[in-house]
């Protein structure tokens, strides 16, 4: 009896493969869409190192707690630390250009890491409580970044503001939960001998490294919601009205809404004013962002051409400037009411 379970017992360890290395797998794939996606654009490579890292991060997790190699736990630490500083810094691409160099850039998003690593040779016991620190410092920095809105996101194109603003939320809040774990995780090693650090440890982490996975992932690909209630707040001036005119006599004149990677400091160097001026007039003025506005020219003219032409709806997306049909249609809907399909029928009713 004993020799026929040995070998069934064997080949069952064979067979098991712990949930992190699936969850690293299904990242990589992610990562290699979103390379092969981006292939033909510049890339937002500190997302793309993220997604990256997130699969290193899961496959040190399943080594760890899959086949207790404890000796990965070492290395876990400081591939956290730089978790943090690479959201921010993939962020910041589509946020604003930095007036630091690059070398000046890196130099100070490598503090945390050179910080960790300098505590796990001195000070070992404070290295959860520094982590803590990093995740949600970084967090509050990607949170005030976009303090603005999705307006914020001047350097995304604006087809795709909306999910880059929704992602980068997600990614700030991703940021919050692992410091919240960590400090759970530090509270039951103290109270309850780490009773439920394992489970708590092995769900929270890859539900982490997943929605920054994806959120790395559409952030990459840069609409915006609602504007800063500080501008719907304040009344519109003259300036805005002047602001607005400027910029609709460029819209008119020179269709810029027909190209597809148009973003707000694009607009903005176009018009020859300052982008903040241009957002705050028309969140103000209009109700809306610069990014419902662009498209609402977009949805314009893609409605003067279902109307007169016979071209397919798939080729009036393509000319007004959109590149994905879930966001034309989204956009169509929300200024019409209706899709560009039935819209089309309707007016050929009339």
Sequence with gaps: MMAICSPLRSYQVMLFIPLPFVVALLLLILFVTVLRRDEEAQPNRPFLV??????LQS????????????????????????????????????????????????????????????????WRDVIDIALVLVFVGYALAILLLMRPGADALRLAPFEGVVPAYRAIIFAAAALCLSASVDIF????????????????????????????????????????????????????????????????????ARKLYRDANLNLDRLARKAGIPA???????????????????????????????AVTQKSVTEVMFEVGFQTKSNFNREFRRVTDMTPVAWREKKAER
């Design 50 to 55: 993220l997604i990256l890292l997130a699969v």
């Design 59 to 122: 496959v040190l997790s399943g080594l760890r707690w899959g086949y207790g190699m404890q000796a990965v736990g070492v290395i876990a630490p400081v591939t956290a630390a730089m978790v943090p500083p690479l959201a921010y810094a993939g962020v910041s691409r589509l946020v604003r250009t930095s007036r630091q160099s690059l070398p000046a850039r890196i130099a100070l998003h490598a503090v945390p890491t050179a910080v960790i690593l300098l505590l796990m040779v001195i």
């Design 185 to 252: 995780v530090f509270f039951d090693f103290t109270w309850a001998h780490g009773e439920h650090a394992l489970t708590l440890i092995s769900v929270s982490n890859l539900a982490v490294l997943v929605i920054l996975g994806i959120a790395a992932a559409a952030a990459s690909r840069s609409r915006a919601p609602t504007e800063t209630a500080e501008a719907a707040l304040k009344p519109e001036t003259t300036e805005d009205k002047e602001t607005i005119a400027m910029v609709d006599a460029l819209m008119d």
């Design 276 to 306: 903040r001026q241009i957002s705050t007039a028309i969140n103000r003025a209009m109700d809306k962002n610069v990014s419902q506005y662009v498209n609402d020219y977009r949805i314009g003219e893609a409605c003067r051409l279902l």
